[in-house]
């Protein structure tokens, strides 16, 4: 279900009927992050676009995992294409916890909490973002009839963090999963996946797939950070009569 459909050639001319540009497109209808997503790294937001292998990237649930692969494609849409399951879908600003519109191609999995449906079951399921499409205020669009994507591949599978709140499923490499890995997550049946999206739809919200925590990840250095002595003639804070100011002296990159 969040494999690649297709990979076909296409061709573009200029005015005066010159071919321009030559390549191959990815079939809209799969998965991946528009490019201008961004996910949460441990220098805070960044581009997923700007990403490369080795990145360390903010997993649900393993803390940093680095980057093992990025691939970018280029899709093309046809301009009569009107079927939502090959659209992506457009969450507008603030529709869950992001300032400004964010994509989501309709076959990249998104992580579900089914524990806050209240319907009796808890963990974390993966479903396709199309069936999103008309949860709320989240519809099946086109941002331009080319755009480009980029899909990331961790060691093993991985749920990561994206601008809003939400939780990108990010399946591990394929030579990974050819040498035996298993999925960690549960990839959401026809009719499970209906259930689910029945029960957002009766809850009236979308936390089960945004998270606020998740939203606002800051950066987090990788070597410790160590108490300065200020300089010559500046006094150490903390006492009486002394000025307030912070304890530790962060390095301009650390600071937000």
Request: contains cysteine; neutral net charge; glycine residues 10%.
């Amino acid at each position: 279900m969040l494999e690649v459909v297709s990979v076909s050639g296409f061709s573009k001319c200029d005015d005066t009927g010159q071919l321009a540009y030559l390549g191959k497109a990815v079939s809209a209808r799969r998965g991946g992050l528009l490019h201008g997503t961004k996910v949460a790294t441990t220098g805070g937001w960044k581009l997923v676009e700007s990403l490369v292998a080795g990145d360390l990237v903010r997993t649900l649930d393993n803390g940093f995992q680095q980057l093992l692969r990025v691939c970018d494609d280029r899709v093309v849409v046809a301009g009569d294409e009107r079927r939502a399951e090959h659209l992506p879908v457009l969450v507008p600003s603030r529709a869950a916890y992001n300032g400004r519109p964010v994509w989501l191609m309709p076959e990249q999995g998104m992580a579900l909490d089914q524990s806050k449906l209240g319907i009796g079951i808890d963990g974390i399921s993966i479903l396709p973002a199309r069936m999103l499409s008309g949860v709320g205020r989240l519809q099946s669009q086109t941002p331009a009839q080319t755009f480009d994507v980029t899909s990331l591949f961790f060691n093993q599978d991985e749920v990561v963090f994206i601008e809003g709140g939400f939780q990108a499923y990010c399946p591990a490499g394929r030579m990974v999963a050819a040498m035996g890995a298993t999925g960690a997550y549960k990839v959401a049946d026809a009719e499970h996946a209906d259930l689910l999206i029945e029960a957002i739809a009766i809850k009236g919200e979308i936390s089960a797939l945004a998270n606020p925590l998740g939203a606002l990840p800051a950066p987090i250095p990788q070597e410790p950070i160590f108490p300065l002595r200020p300089p010559m003639g500046i006094r150490r804070p903390g006492r009486p009569g002394r000025p307030n100011m912070p304890a530790l002296f962060l390095r301009p990159e650390w600071q937000t």
